[in-house]
């Protein structure tokens, strides 16, 4: 059955017998003109296509995925036609046909191909001409200058011309100059210039018979000279030329709140439109490649599985990363980028830690070990105390110790420069020592195959050429990017994912397009700085005009490229306002809920595993018995057998059980501690014991002091200056600490945390209030009705003639509210000191009467430092400590009792959300 009309397109016939003579001059702008209109429909355009194949046309195409759907669509019509399908039809893209051509010329001259030949020539260049001050890196210039050659060559621009002026313009005129000197005489030349060099040898070739008939598609904005070639080509062969066609088709235009509510939308309509139409006549056109294609192909995997399953696949997806997005690839630079990268902890983590390699990939539990101990002993950099501080760990496991790792990492730290054959030897000899690659699948085999071709190429061209390692990695991943990577798979299996170049010209019945907004589509003015601004305007998509009317021909072509199209984009994104294309138009939108995967009704996602989990666990039309394990946790899980009664537990172990029982189970019984996140400039945990420590020291001496007649405040903060200064003096080589002392000492017109801290002691002091102990322990501390007994340490304890005792914890962190330490119990603290204090049981401090009190000092920044009373010493506690000590002490022989259930089951209420066991506890809060 024919497909429906898919738009009209325009079809330009050469008359071969009557050649139009009216050539634009070589270096003017070409429009191709000169042939007779005739207008067509789209599924006629592509049966004329087949048609002329049939009579041996040679057809020239944009694209490659063009000509695989026409070869695609003369394979199927032959075989309707019971012709043998693997003849196979004379189409192909035009820089295709163009290389075969000059090549059966048997040519004096061949292009550049190689990107490392053409930049080991610019390289020479460059080092014969600098630039103008100040200097780019080189290898970011040297492709720079690659890529402003080719638009200057496809679009007849001399690169050694022109009447503007400037340091960059003058100074690649001289770059081009001594460029295409080095290629002459290697009898080559750039090949952007190859259209330019067929158009002008085809009038001069003798028979005529030499070209076949020829039809042309597309192409109307191709460069100068390509199109001054179609022109020379249709003179001397006769050619038919069809332009694109525009479609006329009235999409549907769905607009999102946010991408992700437009992707699981897409996903939706995706599967919907599978039931009306064959997958492979689906497509998803993509505009932002950047944002959307790994974004729809994580999806597609959800709910659809791996993309590529031979004819059987899916969906097909485009090539939507380089050889430098490739795990393997990242694997195999590791080394280099370990010493490039200043020997960090992270990455020698991560060169360790990947599966790519075999040597390290069998001890990956013991591995990860290492970063632990990097962590806790405080080395971040340097391969040398990194290794030093896992050396014993290290000889366990490998028979040369660290020296295989090292040996891995060192030939790149060494300074100076190396011929790149050396470097190439010695990444090989690293990943042969480690066992590398280890290959996991079919595209980790393409990637590896891309590697070797690049190395291979890299040591072939620059074999001799000196490199710093920095230069050797820059150039390495400059190829890398060129290459794009993609399993292997078929036009007619699944629904097809394309980018926004690709749809031209294909046919299908349905299209998605998705992300339709302003600085996708149009694309940005593409940065050409050594371009004249008269260059720029003479390039495609070197000016806003140029893009906005590049942009227009596709989007016309969108419209001609299936009868049902839906375009779709997103209200916002990340908090910001989307602004639509300036071809969206608002005729037709519908705006779109937002859904939520698990609780309405979405096929497509609800293939999903995660989706499905989700609706197992919120869904009341679940079997009874997941709802009933839902609802009704099962407490018996968190029962065990009895635990040895503790003899004695810390306040900061009391406040576990107090707070949940599972984590005092788990941190406490088991073990389980949580790796610290590596916090850049000084962890808090560090910070407070610092403060911590400064203070203990300095109310020591300063209680020695107080001895002296006339004590004034400035003596003690002089002797609080020196403390802190003492204390942080010798770890100064690290620039924090020198931000921490100013930060606690302040500066003249601005005091710091501690000097703030000792004004408001010093006006406490002068109410009465004197310090008597500090750093005072507890070690015996009985709870009614608990075996266990209790141990802490009290940070300072004040005395005062007529208001008694009070004792302070301090506190560098939040401060815990008050009805966190006397409604829910939650922080044992200061009830822990009171009544250690109140029963005389602190060493070294006098048992107080019934006048005793506790409070925190909070000491975060020099604006949050206040002293916070929350158990006044003129009010009566007694009543309170009595009832603490009879919930202190039912949670603990509870918990020894055998019930260690989590605070979500035991009181039905939400986790914190910062507890670091909620992942092994069960909580669904």
Same mark, same amino acid.
């Given at each position: ?8 397109a325009e079809a330009?016939v050469?008359?071969?017998h009557?050649?139009?003579r ?6 003017r ?5 000169g ?12 049966n ?8 041996g046309?040679t057809?020239l195409?944009?694209?490659?995925? +063009?000509v ?5 669509? +003369?394979?199927?019509k032959?075989?309707?036609? !019971?012709?043998p399908?693997?003849?196979?039809? /004379? ?5 295709r046909w ?12 061949l292009?550049a191909?190689? %990107? #490392?030949?053409?930049?080991? #020539?610019?390289k020479?260049s460059?080092d014969e001409?600098?630039?103008p001050?100040?200097?780019?890196p080189?290898? @970011? ?5 690659d ?8 679009f007849?621009?001399?690169?050694s011309g ?10 690649r /005129? =001289?770059i081009?100059?001594?460029? @295409? ?5 290697r ?10 060099k ?5 009038p !001069?070739l ?13 192409f109307?904005?191709?460069g ?10 249709? $003179? $001397?062969?006769g ?6 066609p525009?479609?006329?088709a009235?999409?549907?235009r769905?607009?999102y709140s946010?991408?992700e509510?437009?992707?699981?939308g897409?996903m939706?309509n995706?599967?919907i439109a599978t039931?009306?139409h ?10 932002d490649?950047?944002?959307?294609s790994?974004a ?9 599985g791996?993309?590529?399953r031979?004819?059987w696949?899916?969906?097909n997806?485009?090539?939507d ?11 195999a630079?590791?080394p280099?980028r370990?010493?490039?990268? !200043?020997?960090?902890?992270n ?9 790519y390699?075999g040597?390290? %990939?069998?001890w990956?539990?013991r591995?990860?070990l290492?970063?632990r ?9 340097g ?6 501080a896992?050396? @014993? ?17 060192? *030939? ?9 054959s050396?470097?190439?030897e010695?990444?090989?000899r690293?990943?042969t020592a480690?066992?590398?690659p280890?290959?996991?699948n ?10 070797i ?9 620059f074999?001799e ?7 050797? #990695? ?7 990017s060129?290459?794009r990577?993609q399993?292997?798979?078929f036009e007619?299996?699944?629904i097809q994912?394309?980018?926004?170049l ?5 046919s299908?019945?349905?299209?998605f397009?998705?992300?339709l907004?302003?600085?996708?589509f149009p ?8 371009l004249?601004?008269?260059e720029r305007q003479?390039v495609?998509?070197?000016t806003?005009?140029?893009?906005f009317?590049f942009? /227009?021909?596709l989007? =016309?072509n ?12 997103p209200?916002? =994104? @990340?908090g ?10 608002e ?6 809920? *937002? ?9 497509a996602?609800?293939r999903?595993?995660w989706?499905?989990?989700s609706?197992?666990?919120t ?5 009874i018995?997941?709802?009933?394990a839902t609802?009704?946790p ?5 029962q ?6 503790a003899d004695?537990?810390s306040v900061?172990?009391?406040q576990s ?15 389980l501690?949580?790796?610290d996140? +590596? ?7 560090? /910070? ?5 420590g ?9 209680i020695?002091?107080?001895?002296e007649?006339e004590?004034e405040?400035?003596?003690l ?6 403390t802190?200064t003492g204390a942080?003096g *010798?770890r100064?080589?690290?620039a ?6 100013e930060?606690l ?10 000097? $703030?801290?000792l004004?408001a002691?010093?006006?406490?002091m002068?109410?009465?209030w ?7 322990? #507890? ?6 009705g608990?075996?266990?007994r209790l141990k ?10 007529q208001?008694g ?5 301090y506190?560098?962190?939040r401060?815990?509210?008050r009805?966190e330490v006397?409604? $829910? ?5 200061l ?5 250690a ?15 005793c009190?506790a409070g ?7 604006g949050?430092?206040?002293?916070h009373v ?8 007694g ?7 009879k919930d202190a ?8 009792g ?6 979500w ?5 939400a986790?914190?959300?910062n ?11």
């Amino acid at each position: 059955m024919a497909r429906k009309s898919r738009g009209c397109a325009e079809a330009y016939v050469g008359t071969p017998h009557k050649q139009d003579r009216r050539l634009t001059p070589p270096r003017r702008k070409r429009t191709l003109s000169g042939w007779k209109l005739i207008k067509m429909t789209n599924q006629d355009l592509q049966n004329r296509l087949l048609v002329l194949l049939e009579e041996g046309y040679t057809v020239l195409a944009e694209t490659e995925r +063009f000509v695989h759907q026409i070869k695609r669509q +003369f394979r199927l019509k032959r075989i309707e036609e !019971g012709k043998p399908a693997w003849d196979t039809p /004379r189409i192909f893209t035009l820089n295709r046909w163009m290389e075969d051509f000059w090549t059966q010329l048997w040519p004096e001259e061949l292009p550049a191909s190689s %990107s #490392f030949l053409r930049w080991q #020539f610019l390289k020479d260049s460059l080092d014969e001409t600098p630039p103008p001050e100040p200097p780019a890196p080189e290898v @970011d210039l040297i492709h720079l200058l690659d890529e402003s050659f080719e638009q200057c060559l496809r679009f007849a621009i001399d690169p050694s011309g022109g009447q503007e002026s400037g340091p960059m313009i003058g100074w690649r /005129r =001289k770059i081009w100059r001594s460029f @295409d000197e080095r290629l002459a005489h290697r009898r080559l030349f750039h090949p952007a210039q190859l259209p330019e060099k067929i158009a002008l040898c085809i009038p !001069g070739l003798e028979r005529k018979a030499t070209l076949s008939r020829m039809a042309f598609v597309g192409f109307e904005f191709a460069g100068h000279w390509e199109k001054y070639l179609l022109e020379e080509l249709q $003179k $001397k062969a006769g050619a038919v030329f069809f332009a694109l066609p525009a479609g006329e088709a009235q999409p549907d235009r769905l607009v999102y709140s946010d991408p992700e509510q437009e992707i699981t939308g897409l996903m939706e309509n995706l599967l919907i439109a599978t039931k009306e139409h064959a997958p492979h006549d689906i497509a998803v056109v993509v505009c932002d490649s950047e944002f959307y294609s790994p974004a729809i192909s994580n999806r597609l995997k959800d709910i659809l599985g791996e993309p590529i399953r031979a004819q059987w696949a899916a969906y097909n997806l485009l090539p939507d990363r380089n050889l430098c997005g490739q795990g393997l690839y990242n694997a195999a630079v590791l080394p280099i980028r370990c010493a490039l990268g !200043g020997e960090k902890r992270n990455d020698l983590f991560t060169f360790l830690r990947s599966p790519y390699y075999g040597s390290f %990939s069998r001890w990956n539990r013991r591995l990860s070990l290492w970063d632990r101990i990097w962590r806790e002993k405080g080395v971040e950099n340097g391969i040398d105390p990194l290794l030093e501080a896992v050396r @014993d760990s290290a000889e366990e496991i490998f028979p040369d110790g660290c020296s295989g790792i090292r040996a891995a990492i060192a *030939p790149f730290l060494e300074a100076g420069a190396k011929i790149v054959s050396r470097w190439v030897e010695t990444l090989r000899r690293i990943w042969t020592a480690l066992q590398f690659p280890v290959l996991a699948n079919e595209l980790d085999r393409i990637a590896w195959d891309n590697l070797i071709q690049i190395i291979s190429e890299f040591e072939t061209v620059f074999g001799e050429t000196s490199l710093s390692a920095n230069e050797f #990695f820059e150039f390495l991943t400059a190829a890398a990017s060129r290459v794009r990577v993609q399993k292997s798979g078929f036009e007619d299996a699944g629904i097809q994912v394309l980018g926004r170049l690709d749809a031209r010209g294909l046919s299908f019945s349905k299209i998605f397009i998705p992300g339709l907004l302003s600085g996708s589509f149009p694309q940005p003015v593409r940065p050409l700085p050594l371009l004249s601004s008269s260059e720029r305007q003479q390039v495609l998509g070197g000016t806003i005009e140029s893009q906005f009317a590049f942009a /227009r021909h596709l989007y =016309k072509n969108f419209l001609a490229a299936a009868p049902r199209i839906v375009q779709s984009r997103p209200a916002s =994104k @990340d908090g910001g306002i989307c602004i639509p294309s300036p071809f969206w138009t608002e005729d037709g939108e519908k705006n779109i809920d *937002p859904v939520i995967p698990w609780k309405h009704s979405l096929p497509a996602m609800q293939r999903a595993r995660w989706v499905q989990q989700s609706i197992v666990k919120t869904s009341p039309w679940a079997p009874i018995e997941s709802a009933k394990a839902t609802c009704e946790p099962n407490r018996s899980q968190f029962q065990i057998q009895p635990l040895p009664i503790a003899d004695r537990i810390s306040v900061t172990e009391l406040q576990s059980a107090l707070v949940c029982p599972a984590r005092y189970f788990f941190r406490y019984v088991l073990g389980l501690e949580e790796l610290d996140e +590596f916090e850049p400039g000084i962890p808090a945990r560090e /910070r407070g014991q610092n403060v911590h420590g400064i203070l203990a020291s300095f109310v020591l001496r300063a209680i020695e002091k107080f001895a002296e007649p006339e004590l004034e405040f400035e003596a003690l903060s002089d002797l609080l200056k020196k403390t802190i200064t003492g204390a942080i003096g *010798p770890r100064l080589s690290r620039a924090v600490w020198t931000v921490e002392i100013e930060r606690l000492i302040g500066k003249p017109d601005r005091p710091g945390l501690l000097l $703030k801290w000792l004004h408001a002691e010093w006006e406490r002091m002068l109410e009465g209030w004197s310090w008597v102990a500090v750093e005072r322990p #507890f070690d015996d501390l009985e709870i009614d009705g608990c075996e266990t007994r209790l141990k802490g340490r009290l940070d300072r304890i004040d005395s005062h003639p007529q208001q008694g005792l009070i004792c302070w914890d301090y506190k560098t962190g939040r401060i815990p509210r008050r009805d966190e330490v006397i409604d $829910k119990n939650n922080e044992p603290q200061l009830p822990a000191y009171l009544l250690a204090l109140s029963r005389g049981n602190v060493t070294g401090a006098l048992k107080a009467n019934e006048n005793c009190g506790a409070g925190f000092i909070e000491l975060r920044s020099p604006g949050n430092m206040k002293h916070h009373v929350l158990f006044d010493p003129a009010e009566q506690h007694g009543p309170f400590l009595k009832d603490w000590e009879k919930d202190a002490g039912s949670a603990l022989n509870s918990i020894f009792g055998g019930d260690v259930s989590p605070v979500w089951i035991k009181e039905g209420r939400a986790c914190e959300e910062n507890c670091v066991y909620r992942g092994i506890c069960g909580s669904k809060s």
